[in-house]
């Protein structure tokens, strides 16, 4: 191609000189390849064909008709965009890359038609614009080259590489930012990770603002394509952003654990059957006070960060305190009661349990209440324990009492006083015993059961002068044990 390319030169040349003489000494074919190249600059590049046509020299023929069929290629590819919808980006792109193909392989010196140029230049740009909308900045760029060397640096296509520029920019900074994001999962500490979020958040809000100015620099701020791309970076500082909020709001909900673990928690030294009312009644206001220290201790935190902690956490968790609170009225209540509570026999600790105090090893399939726990040691006969149970009416949770032996086990639903009055009252057996497993023995659908919010349960003497066990509800201890 670059002989002929000279060859043309030598023919515009002689055509020159020709002017100015009175002798043309050109060769045949050289008159009409001189002859096709007007005609192509000066009408149109078919009208060539008749001139190319006469060459004798059969290459240079078949090389310079076969500029007109690629040229008609081109241009019948950018044709059939004319009724693509915009929507069509592939086939679009697909007629682009045809085009700047085939009028590739054209010699340099056989100029396209303005025309042709401009909508093969807009077509171009609009694809380019395409790809940078998506962040497909490598294939942008290299359709962005391929089309300057085709049609030219066209207004289109300079404002498709400011485009370009502008993205990338964008990209570059959100990467910087991205990694600064990466490191912030390493570290331990609440205050300085907090402290890193807000630095990230800050770092792309400033990304945001240069990216803008940049475009409106370029006479690109109504630009969809960067608009596009802006919305990546602003999605990846809200996603940060969310991440903060959820550390705080986790956070936030470490003290209503807390406060449900207080609530649960046992005398120190495995006390449980050993404590007097009075030791009972003292546990409680404890607890109370515990309580009631660890919810503000939320306050406190609540104030240091009054935008992401809402109304919603605080009444939740201020819920749960009064839930929690008017229990231990109950319980308080239930103790006072000194002479009927005497004769019920030990005591469980914490006295209440249900599954509004859920253990954290709950599933969704089945879940669980954190435990009452009981132990004796130096036993020489059957003991009896009671506890408190709270099941919403309509729930059919079942209570379970598992032991650490195998143990003989009977549960009641009023006081036995200390089991006088089993067989006295003829009272019934609770225990569901056709589904005992292992060395828990369940009351199935307790609420429906139990006549009131107590229970009371029999240790018999087993072989052993120790033992230890634990009551738990569930929410169904069938499927739990599937």
Known sequence: MKKYGIIISAVLAAAVLISCATVDERTQDERALAAGIEAWHEREPADAAAYWNEI???????????YIDLYKAGVDALDKTDSMKASQEAKLRDACNTAIEKFSAIDPALKLPAEVSEKGAALSAKCIGSLTAVGKLTAARKMHESAVKVYGNADALASAHKEIDVVSSLYKKKSGIDAQAEKIASIESFEEKVAAYDKVIASYASAEKEVNAAASNAGLAKSANIASNMRVLKKARQ?????????????????KNRINEEFARSPEGGKEGKLSLEDILAHYKSVETN????????????????????????????????????????????????????SRGKVVIPLMVGLFNPDPRSTAESKRSRPAKFSASNVKKDEYWWGMVSIPKGQMNDLVITLNDNRNVRAFAENTKSGKLIEKN???DLINRGYKVGNSWPILNAGSQLTSNKYFFEVQKGKTPDYSGEVVVYSSFIVRMR
């Open 291 to 342: 309580i009631g220290a660890i919810y503000n201790e939320l306050l406190d935190f609540a104030a240091k960060y009054p935008n992401d902690i809402g109304s919603d956490i605080i009444e939740d968790i201020n819920a749960q305190k009064t839930d929690l609170e008017a229990k231990i009225a109950q319980v308080n209540a239930e103790i006072r009661t000194a002479q009927e509570i005497a």
């Open 426 to 428: 003829k009272m019934k």
């Open 239 to 255: 996603d940060i952003a969310i991440a903060r909020e959820g550390l705080i709001r986790e956070r936030a909900y470490e003290y």
């Open 56 to 66: 004798q020299d059969e290459k240079l023929k078949k090389e310079y008709l076969q």
